[in-house]
């Protein structure tokens, strides 16, 4: 393999990092193999992490492996965590990153204690941990247990679930929570292998996002715990580590995919997911090869903060996909194209999250074309162009410097409060507008190659742009011009030949939409043969000034305070907020107490909170009763609101 542009490996100090990555497509589970060839630390000027206090061209972890406890009744996960680090003969020091860790002791492989310092906290990043090595040390074993407020876990008790029988525990890595249950350098740019035991009470299971080992516990647990062993033989960013422990059950999609969730949810989410073998098929068509082996899902409770994460084998999703009728499975297309983009080749850091939201996106999109048409693809391209439109008006217009692919976020920022539908919507937007200008057929061959090229590795805009210089404009001096790279990537705005869709898609509901803003009456026979997304077209679209009466009509012909499509529910009730609609308050506070899903109960309860004279007291009186449901990822958003609880 070759190195893109700048991307150096770590040669000066012969770290055995110079090599291609594995190539391990059987298939099969994929054995941890300590000396799996690791990714290159990058050295180009995009690639260094604000977000991480690592310092991996001195020494970087290679593998961790986790032997941990999860005690439901503190609401901590302790035990130990052993790294392989590889390093320079001149290290004094190996930075790992740290968010609230009780660290009880660090030493090296022969138990000899190593000096460490946890350094000052920042509210974002958490504290540098610093441990000093010997000349010789090369694997260190950390003992810890994380803190009961950690920002990547949510603890929920038996009432909080669907079962309400027992407890249940979830993580949510990206973007930079790992650090607060597992001391290792958490940046994306440095990837490593893992394996863990995890032990939990008996009567429930743990899943994490790699494959099942069947191997006997060398510790093994007390009668009424049980301990499992999952192993990631491939480097992943660590942001990519999930863990879930519950009442789980199992069953199976296709040849390698399938369903974990509770019991009382598994007759819905099964059939709700039984497109998801033929989607890994589509997939593999436009990417090429599933390197990962088993493509499983994991329903979780209500309180997962995201529409699903991209766990490797195991994608996390939020239940409020279930519509009823596969309406909401393009998430599921969604997370699964991540498997290539996002987990192949993966954003060296956060400023260049578009390489896994933008092609993920795009990458979504074709795979429902491939298996649900045309028209649905387009449909929700259309959809993705006004929210595009909507995060740039959001990010201070087209001169906003947020609205750009390559962000600076800066480690005073949190990166999740500046990522937004740009890096979904204009990445997106971008690829379609490269694949429209030179071809479906090129550009297929040269994403295809972009995995092969960047596979396990992480990558930057500068790799990306050398590499579609390299491999796709070959040269091409007006291809060069039509595709206006350097504006699409550095510059702010919409650049000016983005290429849309055909919006006649839409036309019958463009039409409604004209009709009822100009008084007509809401057509329930149209709506009726509506599906989701031209109903959500027409939701977003129509006036969002309505008074109480055009409120009602909408609400009595389309039955939408009782929406069972959360989507839906969703686009209601931002209207009836906008409209102090008085009569869905009722539906408004059942969806903020029954799901805690960033994407519907952030925005929902900002517009309440930032409306003094109406929503405030609804936000106030709500938000403390909610709160124990969401998870830290949206509290720490939400909290700022100052609701109280
Ligand atoms: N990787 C993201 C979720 C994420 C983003 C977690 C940023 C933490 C920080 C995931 O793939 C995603 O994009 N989920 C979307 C759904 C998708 C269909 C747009 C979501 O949760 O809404
Ligand atoms: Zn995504």
Redesign the pocket.
């Known amino acids: 393999m070759k190195f893109p542009g700048l991307a150096v490996c770590l040669a000066a100090f012969a770290l055995a990092a110079c090599h291609s990555s594995p190539n391990d497509d059987s298939g099969g589970p994929t054995p941890v193999d300590r000396k799996v060839e690791i990714a290159p630390i990058l050295t180009t000027a995009d690639s260094k992490d604000p977000h991480s206090y690592a310092r991996p061209l001195e020494a970087r972890v290679t593998h961790v492996a986790l032997d941990l406890n999860v005690d439901f009744g503190s609401k901590r996960i302790g035990g130990t965590a052993t790294l392989d680090i590889q390093r320079s003969p001149q290290a004094k020091a190996i930075v790992l990153d740290d968010k609230g860790l009780e660290i009880q002791s660090i030493a090296d492989s022969a138990g000899r204690p190593l000096d460490y310092k946890v350094g000052a906290a920042d509210p974002n990043l958490g504290s540098p941990l610093t441990i000093a090595l010997r000349p010789d040390t090369r694997q260190i074993r950390i003992a810890y247990r994380s803190a009961p407020e950690a920002s990547a876990l949510l603890w929920l008790t038996s009432e909080q679930t669907a079962g309400k029988k027992h407890p249940y525990m979830f993580s949510?890595?990206?973007?930079i929570a790992n650090r607060s249950w597992i001391p290792t350098q958490d940046s994306p740019g440095i990837r490593q292998t893992w394996e863990a035991w995890i032990s939990v009470p008996s009567d429930l299971t743990a899943v994490m996002s790699a494959q099942k080992g069947e191997k006997a516990d060398p510790t093994p647990p007390p009668p009424d715990r049980r301990s499992f062993y999952y192993r990631m033989g491939h480097p992943v960013a660590p942001?990519l580590v999930a863990i879930a422990v519950g009442d789980l059950q199992f069953q199976s999609l296709g040849k390698r995919t399938g369903v974990w969730t509770e019991p009382a949810m598994m007759k819905a989410a099964a059939a709700e997911l039984s497109d998801t073998e033929k989607m890994v098929d589509a997939a593999e068509a436009l990417y090429g090869p599933y390197r990962w082996g088993r493509y499983d899902v994991l329903v979780l409770p209500p309180s997962f903060?995201?529409?699903?994460?991209?766990n490797p084998n195991l994608t996390f999703l939020?239940p409020t996909f279930i519509a009823g009728d596969k309406s909401l499975v393009?998430?599921i297309?969604?997370?699964l194209a991540?498997s290539w983009s996002?987990n192949l080749a993966t954003n060296a850091t956060w400023n260049d999250?578009w390489l896994?939201?933008g092609m993920?996106?795009y990458a979504?999109r074709r795979i429902v074309e491939q298996l649900y048409g045309k028209k649905q693809a387009d449909e929700e391209i259309l959809l993705g162009l006004d929210a595009l439109d909507k995060a740039v008006a959001e990010k201070g217009g087209p001169r906003g410097p947020d609205t750009r692919l390559h962000l600076d976020i800066g480690a005073n920022r949190h990166?999740?409060d500046v990522?937004s539908d740009i890096a979904?919507e204009k990445g997106a937007a971008f690829l379609r507008t490269i694949e429209a200008i030179v071809g479906r057929g090129r550009f297929d061959a040269w994403l295809k190659g972009w995995f092969d090229r960047h596979g396990f590795e992480p990558v930057t805009s500068s790799i990306f742009l050398g590499d579609i210089r390299k491999n796709l404009v070959g040269g091409d001096k007006a291809l060069e011009e039509k595709l206006m790279l350097d504006e699409w990537v550095y510059g702010t705005g919409i650049p000016s030949n983005l290429v849309r869709p055909d919006a006649s898609v839409f036309a019958p509901v463009d039409k409604a939409v004209t009709s009822f803003d100009s008084g007509g009456a809401p057509d329930s026979a149209a709506w009726a043969g509506w599906n989701t997304d031209e109903r959500l077209r027409f939701l977003t679209r129509i006036g969002r000034k309505q008074p109480n009466e055009r409120m009602a009509a909408l609400d009595r012909a389309f039955g939408l305070s009782k929406a069972r499509n959360s989507e839906l529910r969703f686009a209601w009730l931002e209207l009836a907020v906008a409209n102090r609609y008085e009569p869905a308050v009722a539906s408004l506070r059942e969806f903020l107490s029954s799901q805690g899903?960033?994407?519907f109960v952030k925005p929902l309860l900002k517009a309440l909170a930032n409306d003094p004279q109406w929503g405030r007291k609804i936000a106030a009186d709500l938000y403390p009763k909610v709160r124990s449901l969401y998870h830290p990822?949206v509290t720490r958003d939400l909290d700022k609101l100052a609701l109280g609880g």
């Open positions: 949510q890595g990206e973007s942001y903060p995201y529409g699903g994460m991209e939020t393009s998430l297309a969604h997370e991540h996002g999250f896994n939201e993920t996106t979504e990166p999740d990522t979904y899903r960033g994407k990822m």
